[in-house]
């Protein structure tokens, strides 16, 4: 099912509007659990991401290697936690949390344990990313105007300042410029475009075009060269995922060979550039895939019941919540040790030709696809 997507600001969620879903699986895909904020570990080793809970409400963040094993889910039952990013060594989680109602960001280690509050931030929407400079670029509503994009102090919490208005973003790698979602009107009629706002001079540039478009999740690679980003509305019969150079050139879908029925959200470039991790699914995106930059070699790292349950109980590692009493920060205990799901094989032809790349178990690595345009 091929979708219009909007966008929603109170939430930064993506949400899936459904258009001429067949009789009889409109059941199935109102019983199926979406995954978000996919985030890859600057060291390449964990990738994280946000599952929806089989009650509709909870939210749990969960990490898996990048090779499919050891998936262990960070949050525990009946929690409200989302957008997590990494800290630049990859050893610590910067989360909102919405658990007691009110969304708070708090910073923990890589296992789910000294969960610390941040700090009251009112409005909180969305943390981008985690800074080599040890800030945190955050989304929050203040005053009747739109979402703004900030920065505040990991250790601390201390904002620091707000630099522009933004639905969604991300920080390039030189901290010179942010890519944002924003919305653009054409011909009357409003639509979502990806710009790049220079920090200093506050100077915007447009960098995708079209009509009746809905352009989100903008992500930089890691040298900064290109964005991948959602895009459902360009090509309904293909994959929702799009890379575009920052100049606005050689935009390209990722062939996927999906359906009408398949849905993507939430790419994000592997530390190296040469892969992307995203939620992909069946009527929603409801699991976590990789694949390489070309859309080759594409992989499942996850396979959840619709229930939002992982298969093979015994291979998930559970951080089990602490009593917490009124005015504590959530405190956790670290995950016991469990047998790791082991990963598919590659074909012998596959696993030859592996050696040496970044990751092993996948395909070796290929640049970004060229086009005429540099």
Known sequence: MKAIWLTSVALLLVAPVAMGTPEGDADRSSSLRWLRWVRWQPQGQWILFVRQGSDGNEMRIYKIRSDGTNLTVLSPASSKDSSPVWSPDGRQI????????????????????????????????????????????????????????????????????????????????????VAISTPLRLNGALHWYILEVELTTKQRRQITFGEHVIDSAPRYSPDGEWIVFHSPSRSPTDSSVWLVRRDGTG?????????????????????????LAFARGEYEATDLYICRVDGTGLRRLTHFYPD?????????????????????SRAFSAAKSAKPVQPAKPARRQQKRAEGAPFPWLAPPIPLRRTGAG
């Open 251 to 275: 935009m390209y879908c990722l062939p996927l060979g999906d359906g009408w029925d398949t849905e993507e959200s939430d790419a994000d470039f592997s530390p190296d550039g040469q892969y």
């Open 94 to 177: 910067a989360f909102i949390s919405s658990t007691r109602g009110t969304a708070n960001v708090y910073r923990m280690n890589a296992d789910g344990t000294g969960v610390i509050p941040l700090g009251r931030h009112p409005g909180v929407l969305e943390l981008a990313r985690w800074l080599p400079d040890g800030r945190i670029v955050f989304l929050a509503h203040r005053g009747d105007g739109g979402p703004l994009l900030g920065t505040m102090d990991a250790s601390t919490g201390a904002e620091e300042r707000f630099w522009c208005g933004a639905s969604q973003a991300d920080w390039h790698p030189s901290g010179e410029c």
């Open 308 to 328: 939002g349950q992982a298969k093979g109980q015994d291979t998930l590692k559970v951080v089990k919540a602490a009593a917490v009493t009124k005015g504590q």
